[in-house]
């Protein structure tokens, strides 16, 4: 199944769930934003690839604004040269709207991560060739404050069907791609990959979030996470060795 069938069964799956208090609003970007979400898929979903990283759920200024998983609009566009129309979720938070790529908020985690990709590996296209880049679950949950809610404090009766959707729709990306291995972005999604994989013998790794609320990530995120790939036998260009021009 590819990754495009994979993305819109998971939708249907997951947006007929229902989350109470203290969640307000869910965002479910693979429908609002299914137009940049699958041209990602289309452009840079490759098989093969050495890993798939495997993020946790979109970032309100991130994926949920481009539907690109760690998808701060400037990186988005102007590296990987997307730039369709995105739609509004039906319930909108007032202090997290959708804008789209019209969004002037900027998402550390993106910015670092997808920077750290063009820098390294030059083209979306050689980066692509390496790793297939993933949100293990979809959806963005907000309070009503507008405070961001992450999947692993939702309570348990939640979390089980939500979890069980995610993790059918990680192995069939696995399926799909044939990944040497599959790494998460922080400790959460590690340990859902390991839970979703266990038994197919593939092994998950883990590289440090690019979060600014973790103070390793402030003092130096792409050195330490390179650090960590190459401990998980990942080989990576030279920097400044790729030459061409930045866009596919």
Request: net charge positive; aromatic share 8%; proline share 9%.
């Amino acid at each position: 199944m590819h990754p495009i069938a994979i993305s819109r069964w998971l939708a249907k799956q997951v947006d007929g769930l229902r989350f109470g208090r203290p969640t307000h609003c869910v965002y479910d970007p693979l429908v609002y934003a299914r137009r940049s979400h699958e041209a990602y898929l289309r452009r840079y979903a490759t098989q093969g690839v050495e890993a798939i990283l495997v993020g946790m759920n979109p970032g309100p200024w991130g994926m949920a604004q481009t539907g690109v998983p760690f998808g701060e609009v400037g990186m988005v566009r102007d590296f990987l040269a997307i730039d369709e129309r995105v739609d509004r979720p039906p319930v909108e938070h007032p202090k997290r709207p959708v804008e789209g790529f019209g969004c002037t908020r900027s998402e550390v985690s993106g910015r670092r991560f997808w920077g750290w990709a063009r820098d390294r590996y030059r083209t979306p296209r050689r980066f692509s060739k390496t790793f297939l880049v993933s949100n293990y679950c979809p959806l963005v949950f907000m309070e009503e404050s507008g405070r961001n809610r992450t999947p692993d404090k939702l309570p348990a009766h939640e979390r089980e069907p939500l979890f069980a959707a995610c993790d059918e729709a990680l192995r069939r990306l696995v399926a799909w791609c044939g990944p040497r291995q599959v790494i998460g972005v922080g400790a959460f999604a590690a340990g859902r990959a390991s839970a979703a994989l266990g038994d197919l013998g593939l092994p998950v790794g883990t590289i440090l979030h690019p979060s600014p609320a973790s103070p390793l990530a402030n003092r130096g995120w792409a050195e330490r996470a390179e650090k960590q790939l190459a401990a998980l036998g990942i080989r990576m260009p030279a920097a400044g060795r790729v030459t061409g021009s930045r866009r596919p």
